[in-house]
């Protein structure tokens, strides 16, 4: 076999694999942006979906009048499919929903908790597909019952909060038992050779968020991208519980002065706590408010030492600053000569032209 067909073998196979979480989201490539607040907006979500990726701006504790004004803006930027992420816990949210079925968007993705029955009955009913996080199986097929159209599950090598287990688990729990939705996976994945094997374990494409940061479309600081390039996988840990009667919901980040400062935070408030100074309430609010802003002051200000670097234990692959679309084709391009070398082909040097990768997807 000469080397083109090889190729075109090779790009076929991963068109096949992906072809379920594509036709799903309307996009070239089954792979998901993860939302990653103050970084996932209008700039960086429309370079993703203009890629052949899949955007998703990241709401956080956007109001639903700031949503509106981020999803036109974003409209303005592509013409591609593009989906919101929604925190559950929002005091809004169902005005949120509303916003994102106002404005015409396919995909809503419910987040940071089990999405209310009615939050999901509504956005389908107004025409949104619904994808929503599944921490264990148990949970997946729940979810997939209350009317979930596709899920994600994320293990604890992502960054920003997370779960107690890793994807490597999970996959493997979850992949083989649900098959009425696809399921998309996420946390810790930054090269192609990692999507090839998720693909081929059952899952309908991937998310990735840390890999993203540094896009040339990314709003964030300058030094902000500056500690993503220096980190390595080691250096992204998550934050330390000191009493378990002081519950600290646990956030993988890059370390430096904030996180240590946080530790002395958490003895000093339990300390003021044991000696009646503050009641058991005041004293976790105090400790849950220590990061309040912390995010914004990193990513938009560049505040680094004192900020929050949240950041997936995939950073030590963030080599260098380049346009989202050559990131996305670099993920492929692995993922296809992981093929090829399986197949006994050459395994270097694909073009994506070449090996056929921007034909029309086998979705549609």
Not at 163 to 175: M, R
Not at 197 to 222: D, N, W
Not at 246 to 255: D, S, T, Y
Request: net charge negative.
């Amino acid at each position: 076999m000469d080397a083109l067909p090889a190729k075109d073998a090779a790009a076929a196979r991963l068109d096949a694999l992906m072809a379920r979480g594509a036709a799903f989201l309307g996009s070239r490539w089954a792979i998901l942006g993860g939302a990653m607040s103050w970084v996932s907006e209008r700039h960086l979500v429309a370079a993703l979906s203009e890629a052949g990726a899949f955007g998703v701006i990241a709401c956080g504790a956007m109001m639903p009048d700031r949503l509106a004004e981020e999803i036109a803006a974003t409209q303005a930027l592509t013409d591609k499919p593009f989906g919101v992420n929604l925190i559950t816990m929002h005091p809004e949210l169902t005005a949120l929903v509303q916003v994102c079925l106002d404005a015409k968007v396919g995909h809503i993705v419910f987040a940071g908790g089990i999405p209310p029955g009615p939050a999901i009955r509504q956005a389908k009913e107004g025409g949104a597909k619904v994808i929503c996080f599944a921490p264990a199986l148990a949970l997946a097929k729940k979810l997939v019952r209350s009317g979930a159209d596709a899920l994600v599950i994320e293990g604890s090598e992502a960054g920003g909060h997370i779960g107690p287990v890793s994807l490597n688990v999970l996959a493997q729990e979850i992949l083989p038992h649900i098959r009425e939705v696809p399921v998309f996976v996420a946390g810790g994945i930054g090269r192609g050779e990692a999507i090839l094997s998720y693909l081929e374990m059952g899952a309908a494409g991937v998310q990735l968020g840390t890999r993203f940061v540094c896009a040339t479309e990314s709003i964030a600081h300058p030094k902000f991208k500056q500690a993503f390039l220096r980190g390595a996988a080691r250096d992204a840990l998550p934050t330390v519980q000191l009493d378990e009667s002081f519950p600290v919901i646990p956030v993988r980040a890059l370390q430096n002065a904030g996180t240590k400062r946080f530790l002395e935070h958490q003895a000093e408030v339990i300390r003021r706590f044991r000696s009646g100074e503050l009641a058991k309430d005041a004293a976790q609010l105090d400790i849950e408010h220590y990061w309040a802003g912390a995010l914004r002051r990193a990513v938009i200000e560049g505040d680094v030492e004192n900020g929050s670097l949240m950041a997936g234990q995939s950073v030590g692959m963030v080599t260098r600053e380049q346009p989202a679309a050559e990131i996305v084709a670099e993920l492929v391009e692995q993922a296809v000569a992981a093929i090829l070398a399986r197949s006994g082909g050459s395994p270097g040097g694909i073009n994506v032209t070449e090996a056929g990768l921007s034909r029309p997807s086998l979705a549609g």
